[in-house]
């Protein structure tokens, strides 16, 4: 019988528990385009520091996944949503992913956005790329070559995007 | 006889000459996202504080661009470099934003970089949608509706891209 995942705005002083979640995902190289080694400072001012807000997804007390919410611009174009999720490796294939896309989803319009969009996905994370455009989110842009990939070298970007 | 353009970089301690140009840029709530009442400060800021690095084109002494040249993204995505310009709005149609461009290029290229992507081109600015692909961008991408534009509305923006 598993236990439910339970997913919460965390502020910096939580970080620390999401920290081994970040850290091995942008250690991997496959996905974000943080620097492998960034440190646990760089992450959590990254994350946390208004206005971006910090969530982690939790199962018996563990940090599974953690996502980041904010707007995507200043100003004029702060009605669109911007989010990035991080799934620990050991806890993929069980849907945590999707449920912080639910969530963020419904956080960026309990906030006021009234769209969300990723800059920056990976055009090789394939599951991802299937994900959101499950969660509504549409490819409306293709940057060649935008990402270094650690094992298959000069990757495209796609710029995803959905209303809300 | 008009006096050559001059382009040179400037450091944080030079840009109050660089403000007027941006913030009357700004305010007109056009062309770029930051909030159109921001201060210098703020702007200061984002445009001279490593790795951004600040320009301007100068003629008799008088500041008639700035423009701003980072990396888009940071590690793994740091080959390709990201670029802001804005005229002063007196001396618009006079090639400034051309010249601005082309000095950017070849800067990006100095610097390492060896691509370089606009994220936030307003559809509506079709005079820089023009100048942009005769400098031999292409368009990779429109978001519906991200800009707020002061007299337009709800705009589209475009992800626009060349190699170096």
Redesign the interface.
């Known amino acids: 019988m598993s236990a439910t995942l339970a997913i919460r705005e965390i502020g910096a002083d939580g970080f620390a528990r999401a920290w081994p979640v970040f850290r091995a995902v942008v250690a991997a ?1 496959d996905t ?5 080694d ?1 440190d646990e400072a760089q992450a959590r001012a990254m994350w946390t520091t208004p206005p971006s807000r910090c969530f982690v997804a939790e199962r018996d007390g563990d940090v599974l996944g953690v996502y980041m919410l904010r707007p ?9 949503a911007n989010c990035g999720y991080m799934v620990a490796p050991h806890a993929r294939g069980q849907g945590i992913a999707s449920a912080m896309c639910t969530h963020s989803l419904e956080e960026a319009r309990r906030a006021g956005f ?2 969300m ?1 990723y ?2 996905v990976v055009s090789s994370n394939e599951t991802a790329v299937r994900l959101w455009q499950r969660h509504g989110f549409a490819i ?11 094992h298959l070298g000069s990757t495209d ?1 796609l ?1 995803m ?1 959905r ?1 809300l």
Chains 1, 2 share one sequence.
């Open positions: 190289g974000y385009s943080y620097p492998p960034i995507n611009q200043p100003g004029l174009g702060d009605h669109v009234s769209a969009q800059n920056f409306v842009g293709r940057v060649p070559g935008a990402f270094r990939h650690a970007v710029v995007h209303t």
